[in-house]
């Protein structure tokens, strides 16, 4: 995921801002970590550059 992102992307269940937690990341992009929701209090996963934004109650 690229950090550029984080000025577009928001919470799926209440559109609130999101806030980065980047575990791993390479020249280009974030390759893993997390975006929390402080209003809902959720965590979405960043695996292989890929935000994982689906609400909770679709994830399977």
């Known amino acids: 995921m690229k ?3 984080m000025d577009i992307l928001a919470c799926p269940v209440c559109r609130g801002e999101l806030e ?3 575990e791993d990341e390479n020249e280009k ?3 893993t970590g997390s975006l929390y929701c402080p209003k809902c209090n ?3 996963p960043i695996v292989d550059t890929i935000p994982n ?3 909770p109650d679709q994830c399977p």
Do not use: F, G, W
């Open 42 to 44: 959720e965590h979405y």
């Open 20 to 22: 980065l937690s980047v």
């Open 53 to 55: 934004l689906l609400p």
């Open 3 to 5: 950090k550029e992102l």
């Open 29 to 31: 992009e974030i390759v």
